[in-house]
T-cell receptor, first 111, second 115 residues
Framework: QQQVKQSPQSLIVQKGGISIINCAYE??????FPWYQQFPGKGPALLIA?????SEKKEGRFTISFNKSAKQFSLHIMDSQPGDSATYFC??????????FGKGTRLSVIA | EAGVVQSPRYKIIEKKQPVAFWCNPI?????LYWYLQNLGQGPELLIR????????DSQLPKDRFSAERLKGVDSTLKIQPAELGDSAVYLC?????????????FGPGTRLTVL
């Protein structure tokens, strides 16, 4: 059973547009929700993370929206740029247990 | 500051051959992870170390996979014998600890191709 379900699988956005990637989770005990960005040939890198006691966190052009009752969280990339083209992974964990990753979303930002 | 170092970056072997991957974590990071990443998938944990102790190896296929972290620094992941289905990227990550939101820093991975 997949604990973190991510959608869409791939996304094409025009330069300057908003990219939105969604994740849904099953385990209500999860208490840490990060998003990772991965470029080809590189390992994933932490982009932004949120805890369930807040509904939104913003860092520059990147925002996480968190809906505890719906067990969903999403990544919004404002003013998307070609350099944002990468694969994005949502993840979740409970306490100090290992992260559980979604399957990833391949984002392409076209000029 | 140097990041997580992995070698080799690429490895091509025949099935049934042994293979080993090496990871040097960020200095001072006592937690080390090995992940498997299949094409188009997210990383899946194979094993987690706290210093030299393997604290979570429930997902490691122990019939063919083994790992060690001598002296609690560098780590080696071995597969013997390799199977076609082992073709994937093997990622190493390290963290300063295991507390809730300690960031994991990933290495570039080793891409294994088994022919």
């Amino acid at each position: 059973q997949q604990q973190v379900k991510q959608s869409p699988q791939s996304l094409i956005v025009q330069k300057g547009g908003i990219s939105i990637i969604n994740c849904a989770y099953e385990n209500t005990a999860f208490d840490y929700f990060p998003w990772y960005q991965q470029f080809p040939g590189k390992g994933p890198a932490l982009l932004i993370a949120i805890r369930p006691d807040v509904s939104e966190k913003k860092e520059g052009r990147f925002t996480i929206s968190f809906n505890k009752s719906a067990k969903q969280f999403s990544l919004h990339i404002m003013d998307s740029q070609p350099g944002d083209s990468a694969t994005y992974f949502c993840a979740a964990r409970r306490g100090n247990t290992p992260l559980v990753f979604g399957k990833g979303t391949r984002l392409s930002v076209i000029a | 500051e140097a990041g997580v170092v992995q070698s080799p970056r690429y490895k091509i072997i025949e099935k049934k051959q042994p293979v080993a991957f090496w990871c040097n974590p960020i200095s001072g990071h006592n937690t080390l992870y090995w992940y498997l990443q299949n094409l188009g998938q997210g990383p899946e944990l194979l094993i987690r170390y706290e210093n030299e102790e393997a604290v979570d190896d429930s997902q490691l296929p122990k019939d063919r996979f083994s790992a060690e972290r001598l002296k609690g620094v560098d780590s080696t992941l071995k597969i013997q014998p390799a199977e076609l289905g082992d073709s994937a990227v093997y990622l190493c990550a390290s963290a300063p600890g295991t507390a809730g939101d300690n960031e994991q820093f990933f290495g570039p991975g080793t891409r294994l191709t088994v022919l």
